[in-house]
């Protein structure tokens, strides 16, 4: 029942055809983008101002911590739209954070 013909999601295919256009459904997965340059410059901003910190980048030693603020800084400005660039080296410093605290916490436990 679930295969036809070569083709998966058989029934479900039949009741859509009922109800949806073929087009709608005969077409390829797409995926979906987020609002993630204006969530930078929004929401989300004072949260990534932290983990972006020059101070705190240079303590970590990681990462080259001006080509990241000219980055950000010009992120916000809106000269350049560097998200999802910043996203990663923002989940590599989230990453960072939450480890630093898990050594503490297994440290002092």
């Known amino acids: 029942m679930k295969l036809r013909d070569g083709r998966g999601k058989w029934i479900l295919r039949q009741l859509l ?4 256009p073929r087009a709608l459904v005969e077409r390829p997965k797409m995926g ?6 204006d969530w930078l410059r929004g929401p989300l901003r004072d949260w990534a101002e932290s983990l972006l910190d020059e101070a705190r980048l240079r303590r970590e030693g990681y990462l080259d911590p001006r080509s990241i603020r000219d980055a950000w800084q010009l992120h916000q400005q809106g000269g350049a739209n560097f998200g999802y660039r910043i996203w990663s080296v923002l989940m590599f410093q989230a990453w ?6 898990m050594d503490r916490c297994c440290r002092s436990g």
């Open 96 to 101: 960072l954070e939450q480890a630093g605290e």
């Open 17 to 20: 055809d009922r109800h949806v």
């Open 32 to 37: 979906f983008g987020i609002p993630l340059d």
